[in-house]
């Protein structure tokens, strides 16, 4: 497979792509959708809410962590999550302004 190339895309093009990635299983999607009900957990939790394996919510987590849209911290052999606000509330932003575009009507297309 090829590069994606995408440096000759913007930044804003770029960034809808990583958070339509994100969006792109839903396991991660589930595991936002608890994130934002409990306001934070710890990892065992989600393991029994979704049902997935230890390992795969834990490589879940991480995709979501490098995306930015949750963070961790450590308490004792515990690692507990949340949304990180500041990061969520500039995607919600991002993807509301491509999802609210209108189109131009052409006449005669399609």
């Not at 959708?33 to 939790?45: A, E, H, R, V």
Request: net charge negative.
């Amino acid at each position: 497979m090829g590069l994606t190339k995408s440096e000759i895309f913007t930044d804003q093009q770029n960034k809808i792509a990583t958070l339509a990635k994100a969006f792109g299983h839903p396991a991660r999607v589930a595991i936002l959708q608890y994130l934002f009900k409990t306001d934070s957990c710890i990892c065992g939790d989600l393991v029994n809410e979704i049902g997935l394996a230890q390992p795969t919510i834990s490589q879940h987590l991480k995709e979501l962590k490098n995306l930015g849209l949750i963070k961790g911290s450590i308490e004792g052999t515990s690692v507990c999550y949340c949304i990180d606000q500041k990061v969520w509330e500039e995607m919600s932003s991002l993807l509301t302004n491509f999802l609210t575009q209108e189109p131009k009507a052409a006449e005669g297309c399609c």
